[in-house]
C-alpha cells in the first residue's frame, strides 16, 4: 500500500512538474532582448581567446605580454630588451595557484592619456591597419588582465614613460558590463629611461605550463634575434637569450587594401568615406566661411557674398564650398543660416531639404540643376567617380586598369559612386574580386625576418652540420599579402630523437594544435625518402609566414589554416630546401662510404704488403702509407 501510494505521489508530483514548467513555457513566450559589451562576451566565451583553464591561460598571458613589448619595440625601432618574470603569491600552495606576471620592456612606452583604454578596453588598440604585426586583434593584453581579474580580483599595474624622465603608474580594473577602465590609482614619478611595465595577478599552473613557457621564450629568440629576452620563473631560475644580431628588418607600412580582398560590407564602409560630409555651420564654421572669403565684420548682401564667392572659388577648402553653395539656394544671411540643419540633399528629384529652428518645420526648395553650386552638392553627395574611387582607395590601381576594370564589370567609368544602389555594390564586389588583372598586392606592408637573420639565429640554436634558409617573393591569398621564410637544420648538435618542425607566423611562436596547422600538413605529406632521410633523422624545420593577416583558425592564435595559396608557398619552400639537404646527404653518404673503404685497406693493406714481400723475397716492405693517408674522392652530384 505504502508502494501504491509513493508511486501515486510520484506521478502526482510529476504531473505539478509539467504544469509548473507548462506554466513557465507560456509566461516565457515573449523573449526579451539585450545587448553585451565586447568585454562581457569574451568574458562569457574566454576559450575563444586561449584562456580556457590556468595551465593555457597562464602561457597565453605570458605570449601577450611579450608579444606586445616587442611589437612596440619594433614599432619605435629599438633593439627590444624585454624582462619578464613569473613569481607565486604563496610558493607553498599547490599548483593550480595565485601568480604575478611582470613584463617590462625598453620600448617607447604609452602616452598617459591611452593607459586607460589600452589596457581597460577590449577590442581597443594600434593594430588594426593593413600592415604586419603579432597582434591582430586588440584583444590579448586586456583579456589577461581581465582573466585575472575574474581569477583573483586584483588590479593591473602599469608603468609607462614615453620621455625618459616621467613615468606614469595606474591600477587599474575593467568593468566587464560597460567595457571600460575603472582608475583606482594614478601617480607620477621620476625615472631615467623609457619603456611599459605591466603586472597582473592571475591564476595559473606553472607546473604544467612551465615548459610550454620557456619554449615560448626559447623559440621567441629563435625568431627575434636582434632582441634580449630574460624570463626569471617561479623556481628562481634564469633564462637568458642576448640578441645575435644588431639589425632589425625593415619597419612594414600601412597600405591601402587590395581589390582581392574586399566584401560588399568593407565597399560600404569606403563609399561612406567618399561622400563628404555636409558641415555643420555653427558660429566656428561662419567665422571660417568669413576668413576665407575676407568678409571680416563686413555686412555684405546676399548677392555681394555670392561676387566674393566665384572670385575667391579656387582658393576655398571643400566645406567652405559646399556652405557657400547651399547659401546659394537658400539666399539667407549667415546668422539665419546657422538656426537651420540641412536634412536633405535629394539630387534625383533637384530637392534640397532643411529644418528651420525659428519656424520649427521642415521646408523644401528646389535647385536649379544648370546652377554651378548644384554640380558642387551633387559632387558632395554622389561622391567620386569610379575609376577615381579605384585609383584612390585601392592599391597599385592605376587609370588605365581603372578603366579595364570597368569595361570588365560593365560599369561606367564615370559612374558615381554614391548613387550605386546594393545590386550595384554586390555587383561590384564581385567584379573586384574576379578581375584579373589587377597587380599582385603590395609587400612593403610586410617584415620578413630575411634570410641572413634567420640563419644566424638557427646557427645559435642548433649547431648543425647543414643549415639552409629560403626566404619565397610575395604572394597574396583573398587579397591579402604574404611571404613565406623556412630553413632546415640537420646534425651537429641537433637531437637525433626524430624531426622537429617550429611553427612561427609574424615572429609568434604557434605551440598549440600543432596537429591541424598547414605547416605539419605540408611536412607530413611530404616523401622525406625521396631526400635520402630516414628513420628519426636529427632534423630541424623552422617555418615563419608573415602577413598582414595571417589566417589563424581561432583568436587563440595557434594554428593556420590550410589557405590553398599559402600551403601551395609552403611547398615550394620546402621543396627547395629539400633538394639541397639530399645533396648534402649524398656528399654526406660518399664521404662516409669512402671513410668506411680507407678503414677496410688499413686494415688488409698492411698484411697484404707482408704477404707480397716475403713472396718477391724481398726484405724492405713497399710504402703503402701513403695510399692509406689520402684524402678520399668525393663525386659531385650532377
Not at 505521489?9 to 516565457?28: A, F, H, R, T, V
Not at 604557434?510 to 605529406?525: A, F, M, P, R, T
Not at 630516414?534 to 589566417?551: A, D, M, N, Q
Request: proline share 5%.
Amino acid at each position: 500500500m505504502d508502494m501504491f501510494t509513493r508511486k501515486l505521489n510520484l506521478q502526482e508530483g510529476k504531473k505539478n512538474l509539467l504544469d509548473c514548467n507548462y506554466g513557465k513555457i507560456k509566461m516565457s513566450s515573449k523573449e526579451s532582448f539585450t545587448q553585451i559589451s565586447p568585454s562581457e562576451f569574451f568574458y562569457r566565451n574566454r576559450d575563444l581567446a586561449g584562456f580556457s583553464n590556468p595551465t593555457r591561460s597562464l602561457y597565453t598571458a605570458v605570449r601577450e605580454f611579450v608579444e606586445n613589448s616587442l611589437d612596440a619595440c619594433d614599432h619605435g625601432g629599438i633593439l627590444a630588451d624585454v624582462h619578464m618574470s613569473i613569481k607565486a603569491v604563496d610558493a607553498e600552495k599547490p599548483d593550480p595557484k595565485q601568480y604575478i606576471l611582470t613584463v617590462r620592456d625598453n620600448g617607447p612606452g604609452i602616452e598617459s592619456s591611452h593607459v586607460p583604454l589600452a589596457f581597460g578596453t577590449v577590442l581597443y588598440g594600434s593594430k588594426f591597419g593593413l600592415k604586419q604585426a603579432r597582434g591582430m586583434f586588440g584583444l590579448g593584453a586586456t583579456m589577461a588582465i581581465l582573466y585575472g581579474q575574474i581569477t583573483t580580483n586584483k588590479p593591473v599595474i602599469v608603468k609607462s614613460s614615453t620621455d625618459g624622465k616621467t613615468q606614469d603608474e595606474y591600477e587599474m580594473l575593467l568593468d566587464i558590463q560597460k567595457n571600460k577602465p575603472v582608475i583606482l590609482k594614478h601617480e607620477t614619478k621620476e625615472v631615467s629611461k623609457t619603456g611599459l611595465s605591466v603586472s597582473i595577478c592571475l591564476e595559473g599552473d606553472y607546473a604544467k605550463a612551465g615548459s610550454k613557457i620557456r619554449d615560448y621564450v626559447y623559440q621567441t629568440s629563435l625568431i627575434t634575434p636582434y632582441a634580449t629576452i630574460t624570463f626569471d620563473d617561479p623556481k628562481g631560475e634564469k633564462y637568458r637569450y642576448t640578441k645575435v644580431i644588431r639589425t632589425m628588418p625593415p619597419s612594414p607600412t600601412i597600405i591601402r587594401p587590395h581589390p582581392h580582398g574586399i566584401d560588399v560590407e568593407t565597399i560600404r564602409r569606403m563609399l561612406l568615406d567618399t561622400h563628404y560630409q555636409i558641415p555643420t555651420v555653427d558660429d566656428n564654421m561662419i567665422s571660417k566661411v568669413r576668413k576665407e572669403l575676407g568678409l571680416a565684420n563686413k555686412n555684405l548682401s546676399h548677392s555681394e557674398i555670392m561676387d566674393k564667392t566665384q572670385k575667391k572659388w579656387k582658393t576655398l577648402t571643400r566645406p567652405v564650398r559646399i556652405v557657400m553653395a547651399l547659401v546659394s539656394f537658400l539666399k539667407m544671411d549667415f546668422e539665419k543660416l546657422s538656426k537651420t540643419t540641412i536634412e536633405e540633399i535629394d539630387i534625383g528629384n533637384k530637392k534640397l531639404t532643411y529644418w528651420d529652428f525659428g519656424e520649427s518645420q521642415s521646408i523644401s526648395i528646389d535647385m536649379d540643376p544648370e546652377s554651378f553650386y548644384y554640380k558642387q552638392l551633387a559632387n558632395t553627395v554622389q561622391g567620386e567617380t569610379l575609376t577615381s574611387f579605384l585609383t584612390k582607395r585601392f592599391q597599385r590601381v592605376g587609370p588605365t586598369t581603372a578603366l579595364k576594370f570597368a569595361e570588365f564589370a560593365k560599369f561606367k567609368p564615370e559612374h558615381r559612386i554614391g548613387t550605386m544602389t546594393n545590386q550595384e555594390l554586390v555587383k561590384l564586389t564581385d567584379g573586384l574580386q574576379s578581375f584579373d588583372d589587377f597587380m599582385a598586392p603590395d609587400p612593403s606592408c610586410l617584415a620578413p625576418l630575411g634570410e641572413s637573420p634567420l640563419k644566424k639565429g638557427m646557427e645559435r640554436f642548433f649547431e648543425p652540420d647543414f643549415l639552409e634558409v629560403v626566404q619565397r617573393g610575395a604572394s597574396a591569398y583573398s587579397g591579402f599579402p604574404f611571404v613565406i621564410e623556412m630553413g632546415i637544420a640537420y646534425g651537429g648538435k641537433i637531437s637525433s630523437h626524430g624531426m622537429k618542425v617550429y611553427r612561427f607566423a609574424n615572429r609568434i611562436p604557434l605551440l598549440y594544435d600543432e596537429g591541424s596547422d598547414v605547416v605539419l600538413k605540408v611536412v607530413n605529406d611530404t616523401d622525406w625518402s625521396r631526400y635520402k632521410i630516414k628513420g628519426e633523422p636529427p632534423l630541424v624545420i623552422v617555418s615563419h609566414i608573415c602577413s598582414t593577416r595571417v589566417p589563424y583558425k581561432t583568436v587563440g592564435k595557434e594554428n593556420v589554416a590550410d589557405r590553398p595559396e599559402i600551403e601551395r608557398e609552403l611547398k615550394l619552400a620546402l621543396l627547395s630546401l629539400s633538394r639541397k639537404l639530399s645533396s648534402f646527404m649524398s656528399k654526406r653518404g660518399q664521404a662516409e662510404a669512402a671513410i668506411k673503404r680507407k678503414n677496410l685497406y688499413s686494415k688488409y693493406i698492411p698484411l697484404i704488403a707482408q704477404f707480397c714481400t716475403e713472396l718477391a723475397g724481398k726484405k724492405k716492405e713497399p710504402n703503402y702509407k701513403k695510399m692509406i693517408t689520402e684524402e678520399p674522392i668525393v663525386e659531385e652530384e650532377t
